[in-house]
């Protein structure tokens, strides 16, 4: 009896605790491969000038592709590592794995689980999320929500990779000069401080899902010789998207995250959007009201990276000094699908 009313009690104080947990983020890391890709490469590969329009336009000057034998699960492994040095942890203290990616090291298994094994997170389970470039914010939600609801939580690695240059096609003038590759990951740890993940929301609008992708590979379109050479394993624009799209929804779940806190838009010190388009970043800003200075931008280093882009530019403003413990950020990504999700965090 003595032992079921201990066991009682302990479980009542997990709750208690439990209730006041949010996730904090502790550790920040990213990896951007070695190899440089500069404008001119497409002026060279196209034959006419490229360069003039993607920098006046979305302000791109180079990306980083990964080399032939670099996988995705190389670029995770490297911004892990980072973030794990960052909190100040070892592997063995993560108790789970999140990736979000849409360019698996393998159709199946997942490739967290590859990442765990080459980590040595010996204490830690896995699993990836594919909601395309909403992937990371994706996945900080869920995370967060796994350790507000569990106790035994202590630390959780997130990771965004985007390995996209193995999917273009070099004479596609539409997808090959924007995708780039990267890994971007935070850890996160509880707090009962009042700091960390406050609110989020995912969003979808699933009539899209044809108009961008990678249409085959899967068990629709599986890969043989007639869908090759129609080149649809590779990733194609099919139709063009309103560009209002974005900034309308954007600024939707932004201000729908302010409200729940009793916040306006210009108390967040930060704001970090998908990077395809410099011009909806700043049209959402716009939009709020805010100075276009608080949006995170490093399209013109890194070009588009996807489920990547949101944790690397994170880790920019983080090396740069441009966000400080206390600081509301706000986290808004979009993908193919489509699907949104977005985070308010106190960092």
């Not at 942890?89 to 990442?115: G, W, Y």
């Not at 869908?227 to 990733?235: E, G, I, S, Y």
């Not at 806190?261 to 959402?284: A, L, M």
């Not at 276009?292 to 490093?298: F, V």
């Amino acid at each position: 009896m003595a032992e079921t009313v201990g066991m009682t009690e302990n479980k009542a104080e997990k709750e208690k605790i439990t209730g006041k947990r949010r996730a904090k983020i502790t550790g920040i890391g990213a990896y951007a491969p070695e190899k440089v890709v500069p404008n001119s490469y497409f002026n060279e590969i196209l034959g006419e000038d490229v360069d003039t329009w993607l920098r006046e336009n979305l302000t791109i000057r180079e990306r980083r592709w990964s080399s032939g034998d670099e996988s995705t699960a190389d670029l995770s492994e490297k911004a892990a590592k980072a973030a794990i040095s960052d909190a100040g942890i070892s592997p063995e203290d993560i108790n789970l794995i999140i990736l979000a990616t849409d360019t698996p090291e393998f159709i199946s298994p997942s490739t967290s689980s590859v990442v765990q094994y080459r980590l040595g997170a010996v204490n830690a389970g896995t699993f990836d999320i594919n909601t395309a470039c909403a992937g990371f914010v994706t996945a900080l939600n869920t995370a967060s929500k796994f350790i507000a609801g569990d106790p035994d939580m202590k630390n959780v690695l997130v990771i965004g990779a985007y390995n996209m240059s193995k999917y273009l096609d070099l004479h596609d003038k539409k997808t090959v000069t924007l995708f780039a590759d990267g890994a971007g990951a935070v850890v996160l740890s509880p707090s009962v401080e009042g700091d960390g993940f406050l609110n989020g929301e995912l969003y979808t609008e699933g009539q899209y899902n044809e108009w961008m992708g990678i249409y085959a590979g899967g068990t629709k379109y599986p890969v043989n010789a007639e869908v090759v050479a129609k080149k649809d394993h590779l990733l194609k624009f099919v139709k063009k998207f309103p560009k209002e799209l974005n900034p309308e929804i954007w600024t939707k779940m932004v201000k729908t995250a302010c409200e729940k806190e009793g916040k306006t838009p210009d108390e967040i010190g930060r704001y970090f959007f998908t990077q395809i388009n410099i011009n909806s970043i700043w049209q959402t800003l716009d939009n709020l009201g805010v100075n276009r200075d608080k949006g995170e931008a490093i399209m013109s280093t890194y070009g588009y990276t996807g489920s990547a882009c949101i944790p690397m530019a994170l880790n920019e403003a983080y090396k740069a000094g441009r966000i400080k413990r206390g600081d509301l950020l706000m986290f808004v990504g979009s993908g193919g699908g489509l699907a949104f999700a977005s985070a308010l965090v106190k960092f």
